[in-house]
């Protein structure tokens, strides 16, 4: 019942930038955290960005100074501006939230179905 949809990937040359987009919907009573993970090939899923409700954002080592992550509570959506690109970045990009859907519910997490991250000149 619950849906996130990614946006904004897409092939960009080294030291470009993306901004990805995700949103939220569905049944939704409260979104305790939201984050960007990717996936490179030959590699596991790791956290790339993450900021819960009220606090402050984590971030990988290998993206700090770089991607910045941001809420917008309001339309239950979160964003990844990507900066000075690297091929290493190179890897699809999940979007996720923990949530819960009603006042008794604990809190799951919610995955995107991915977009594409390419950077290569």
């Known amino acids: 019942q619950v849906q996130l949809v990614e946006s904004g990937g897409g092939l960009v040359q080294p030291g470009g930038s993306l901004r990805l987009s995700c949103a939220a919907s569905?049944?939704?009573?409260?979104?305790?955290?939201m984050g960007w993970y990717r996936q490179a090939p030959g590699k596991q899923r790791e956290l790339v960005a993450a900021?819960?409700?009220?606090?402050?954002?984590n971030y990988a080592d290998s993206v700090k100074g770089r991607f910045t992550i941001s809420r917008d509570n309001a339309k239950n959506m979160v964003f990844l501006l990507m900066s000075s690109l690297k091929p290493e970045d190179t890897a699809v990009y999940y979007c996720?939230?923990?949530?819960?859907?009603?006042?008794?519910?604990?809190?799951?997490?919610?995955w995107g179905q991915g977009t594409q991250v390419t950077v290569s000149s």
């Open positions: 900021i819960r409700t009220g606090g402050s954002p």
């Open positions: 996720n939230a923990d949530l819960s859907r009603t006042l008794w519910s604990a809190t799951n997490s919610y």
């Open positions: 569905g049944s939704i009573f409260f979104i305790s955290a």
